[in-house]
C-alpha cells in the first residue's frame, strides 16, 4: 500500500513546503484539501494549475486526491451541487489526481430514501463528465452516511464505475460498524482509505498514529487479508484543533507506525 497525507494537518502551507514534508518524511502522496483559503483551489488560472502539477512531477510526489466540500445529499437545487463537484473534477484532472472527495450532508429532515435518492442522482449526473476526465468521484463515511452501508446504499443506486467511497475510518468506527464490515460492504467501491487517531467518542481531536482508541491495525488488517493494495491517507484534522500537536513533527512516526501495521499484516 502506498501512504500520502492530507494537508488538512498543514493548514495554508505553501505546496513547496507541503512537497518536502512528503519527500523529507517518506510519503508517496498528498491529499491537497481544496479550499479558497488554500493553495489549490477551483478558482486557479490554467497556468497556476499547470505550475502546481508541475512541482508535484519534479518532486516525485503523487497527488493522490482532492478533498472537497460539496454535500451530494444536502436539500437545494442540483444545478449547485453538480456545477461544485465539475469543478473540482476539471481542476483534479488538471493537477493529475484521479480522486475527488466528496460528502454526503443530507440534513435531519429528509428522510434516508430520500437522501440516497438526491444524492445518486447527482452522482450519477457528474460520473458521466468525470469518465471523460478519468477522474473517480468518492463518497466519503461521513455525517449523514457514516458507516459502509449507508454509502452503499447510495453507490448501489448510482452503478457507475466513476463512482466510489472514501473509507473514514474514524466515522465508520462512531457509526458503530466493525471494520470487516466496512470492508465488505465498500470493497466493490472502495478508492482509498483514510487513517487518523482519537483519544474518544467524546474526544476528537486528533493525535499521533497509534495514541488513540481507532482500530487502524485491524483495519489494515482486513485490508491486507483481502488483498487490497490501494492508499492509506492519513487525515490529521489539524485545521479544525489549534491546539492539537503540529503534524510536521509527527510524520515519521506515523509513516513508522503504519508501516509496521502492514508488515504485521502480511
Known amino acids: 500500500m502506498k ?3 492530507s494537508t488538512l494537518g498543514v493548514p495554508g502551507l505553501p505546496l513547496p513546503d507541503v512537497l518536502r514534508l512528503a519527500s523529507a518524511h517518506g510519503y508517496h502522496g498528498v491529499e491537497l484539501r481544496a479550499h479558497p483559503e488554500e493553495p489549490v483551489h477551483a478558482g486557479l488560472s490554467p497556468a497556476q494549475r499547470a505550475d502546481a ?3 508535484f512531477e519534479a518532486a516525485g510526489v503523487e497527488v493522490l486526491g482532492l478533498a472537497g466540500y460539496a454535500r451530494v445529499a444536502a436539500p437545494g437545487e442540483d444545478g449547485p451541487v453538480i456545477e461544485e463537484v465539475r469543478e473540482l473534477v476539471a481542476l483534479a484532472h488538471d493537477l493529475g489526481a484521479p480522486y475527488v472527495r466528496v460528502f454526503p450532508g443530507a440534513a435531519p429532515e429528509q428522510s434516508p430514501d430520500e437522501a440516497d435518492a438526491v444524492a445518486a442522482r447527482r452522482l450519477g449526473t457528474i460520473a458521466e463528465y468525470a469518465a471523460e ?3 473517480r468521484v468518492l463518497l466519503e463515511t461521513h ?5 459502509g452501508a449507508a454509502a452503499t446504499r447510495v453507490l448501489g443506486l448510482v452503478g457507475h464505475r466513476q463512482t466510489g467511497a472514501l473509507w473514514d475510518v474514524m466515522h465508520t468506527w462512531l457509526g458503530g460498524e466493525q471494520p470487516l464490515d466496512t470492508y ?3 470493497a466493490p467501491y472502495l478508492g482509498y482509505v483514510q487513517v487518523k487517531d482519537i483519544a474518544s ?3 476528537t481531536t486528533p493525535l499521533a498514529l497509534g495514541a488513540g482508541v481507532l482500530p487502524l491495525a485491524e483495519c489494515v488488517e482486513v485490508l491486507t487479508r483481502h488483498g487490497w493494495d490501494g492508499w492509506l491517507c492519513w487525515e ?3 485545521r479544525w484543533y489549534e491546539a492539537a500537536a503540529p503534524l510536521e513533527g509527527l510524520l515519521d512516526a506515523g509513516r513508522e507506525h503504519l508501516r509496521r501495521l502492514l508488515n504485521e499484516s502480511a
Open 3 to 5: 501512504l500520502a497525507f
Open 53 to 55: 502539477a508541475a512541482l
Open 133 to 135: 476526465l478519468g477522474v
Open 143 to 147: 455525517d449523514s452516511h457514516r458507516t
Open 184 to 186: 465488505a460492504a465498500l
Open 201 to 203: 467518542a467524546e474526544d
Open 236 to 238: 490529521y484534522e489539524k
